[in-house]
Every structure is written in structure tokens, then in C-alpha cells.
């Protein structure tokens, strides 16, 4: 069994509940402008670009 097992049997014992990333966020594939971002925002700030 691996920690991860462990952990889940330890601290979830009626199991975990599955959701889709598409339920749990809002997914967006358009231009964006990262000098928006808020270091102290609540939500994590996501940037994905083919090359640097």
C-alpha cells in the first residue's frame, strides 16, 4: 500500500469523492494579460505558453 493509500484509509475512511477539473474550475483558452494577476488573491494564477 502506498502513503498515498495510507493517507486516504487514515483521514477519508468513506472514500473520496471524484469531480472533473471542468466541474471545480473555470477553464479558459484565450489571450490574457499577466500583469493582472493578484500575488494575494485567494486563487492561483495559471499561465501556459509554448516556449518561453
Do not use: Q, W
Amino acid at each position: 500500500m502506498s502513503r498515498l493509500d495510507e493517507l486516504i484509509k487514515e483521514l477519508c475512511p468513506n472514500g473520496v469523492e471524484f469531480s472533473s477539473l471542468l466541474e471545480i474550475a473555470d477553464i479558459k483558452t484565450d489571450k490574457l494579460n499577466a500583469n493582472a494577476m493578484d500575488e494575494n488573491g485567494i486563487y492561483h494564477f495559471l499561465l501556459a505558453m509554448k516556449s518561453l
